[in-house]
């Protein structure tokens, strides 16, 4: 194909309406990837792994229809455990948590 014809139909309705559908569901995409870490998965399996891709959409379906902004804010960090602490008391440096790996 030549760049000429390539963007004659570029001009076509018909290539506008798929091209916008196209550009909604990798808006999505990009979403889920980037905003709920969905390229780790935290459980093993084809099947645990389907249930979390599941939940996700649902609590972003929830989030986008509430129609508030995402929490601005970062949360709050809970109290280390006692484990925490006793590796903090003796200095020894912690593992990173599953939740701050995509930070």
């Not at 309705?13 to 995409?29: I, M």
């Not at 249930?51 to 996700?56: E, S």
């Not at 601005?72 to 593992?95: G, K, M, N, V």
Request: hydrophobic share 30%; glycine share 6%; net charge positive.
């Amino acid at each position: 194909m030549t760049c000429n014809f390539v963007r004659a139909e570029q001009q076509t309705p018909e290539w506008k309406t798929r091209y916008a559908v196209r550009s909604g569901v990798e808006g999505t995409v990009n979403e889920f990837a980037h905003g709920h870490g969905i390229r780790r998965c935290r459980y093993r399996g084809q099947e645990k792994a389907h249930i979390q891709h599941v939940l996700t959409a649902i609590a972003v379906n929830i989030e986008r229809l509430s129609g508030l902004p995402p929490a601005e804010e970062p949360l709050t960090s809970r109290r280390p455990t006692a484990f925490q602490h006793y590796l903090d008391q003796r200095e020894i440096p912690r593992p990173k948590s599953w939740r701050t790996l995509g930070t």
